[in-house]
C-alpha cells in the first residue's frame, strides 16, 4: 500500500558509526526514526493511517539502504541488522546504543 519514510534533520561526513533504528508502529500506525537513540521525525511520508497494523500482512519486500528500484543508496557500511516483531520502545533503543556503541566509538 505505498511506501513511509521518517527524516532525521542531521546528515553526517564524519566517516564514524551510527546507530540507526526505523520503527514501524502498527498499533499506532506510526513510523519512527532514531539516530544514535536520538528521535528524528514520526509519521512522516505517505499516509501510515492506510497501512495494516500487522506487518506480517506485508506482502512486498524489505530494502535496506536505497529504494526499490535502487536510487538513493546508501553510501557506507553497515554492521548490524536486527527486525523484531513488534514496534520496540524508545528504552529498548537507548538500550541497544548503549550494548553496542562501545564497538564502534
Known sequence: NGWHYAKYPKSWQDNGWHHFTGIWDGANKVVKIYIDSQAGSFNSGASPSS????FSDYDGSLKLGGQSNNANLFSGNISDVSIYDRAITADE?????????????
Open 51 to 54: 497501512e495494516s497494523s500487522n
Open 93 to 105: 533503543v537507548l538500550q541497544n546504543y548503549l550494548a553496542i556503541r562501545g564497538r564502534f566509538q
